[in-house]
T-cell receptor
């Protein structure tokens, strides 16, 4: 049974560029949440998708957007990248909104 | 606004020692509390989940307790091993929110 998979594992972008990160949830899960984890910090909630709609959003600017597809997979898009966007981006899936989260290994984004 | 604190930020112990990791939160209206383990550069692995109505959960050498009224949780690790070296994070769901609020984590090093 495949767990949560994220791609790519590492990414290097230049300031001002745009990036798309991808996530496939654990089999049977219908909800996908995205978190940003800066070095030495705990993960910060970006947003959550359920039934292809953004259900809840954290304190992140509109440069961060997402999408959920009918097969429950999800994308995180970040526009106009800033140096401060460098972080580990974690995707987590669950069955419903507040059930236990299963995390992927993350995508390490470096903005130069 | 929920805030989760984990102190100290780092801990080093000799192999075989029993140890306690602390977590405190400001808003006692939590739905549940989870403890996670994170290895360097990796995603999060769920260790234990305690529902708000429960006082503790156990898995192998790990025991987590919850005192909702005082806003505290502890993770007890018995007979620590070098393989336990990792960062341990606690996180809570609060109220109607579907987002987890994380602490910054405690980086544990178990010396052989």
């Amino acid at each position: 049974d495949a767990g949560v998979t994220q791609s790519p594992t590492h990414l290097i972008k230049t300031r001002g560029q745009q990036v798309t990160l991808r996530c496939s949830p654990k089999s049977g899960h219908d909800t996908v949440s995205w978190y940003q984890q800066a070095l030495g910090q705990g993960p910060q909630f970006i947003f959550q998708y359920y039934e292809e709609e953004e259900r809840q959003r954290g304190n992140f600017p509109d440069r961060f957007s997402g999408h959920q597809f009918p097969n429950y997979s999800s994308e995180l898009n970040v526009n106009a990248l800033l140096l401060g966007d460098s972080a580990l981006y974690l995707c987590a899936s669950s069955l419903g909104g507040r059930s236990p989260l299963h995390f992927g290994n993350g995508t390490r984004l470096t903005v130069t | 606004k929920q805030e989760v604190t984990q102190i100290p930020a780092a801990l080093s112990v000799p192999e075989g020692e029993n140890l306690v990791l602390n977590c405190s939160f400001t808003d006692s209206a939590i739905y549940n509390l989870q403890w996670f383990r994170q290895d360097p550069g990796k995603g999060l692995t769920s260790l234990l989940l305690i529902q708000s109505s429960q006082r503790e959960q156990t898995s192998g050498r790990l025991n987590a307790s919850l005192d909702k009224s005082s806003g505290r949780s502890t993770l007890y690790i018995a007979a620590s091993q070098p393989g336990d070296s990792a960062t341990y994070l606690c996180a809570v769901y609060t109220g109607a929110n579907s987002k987890l609020t994380f602490g910054k984590g405690i980086t544990l090093s178990v010396r052989p």
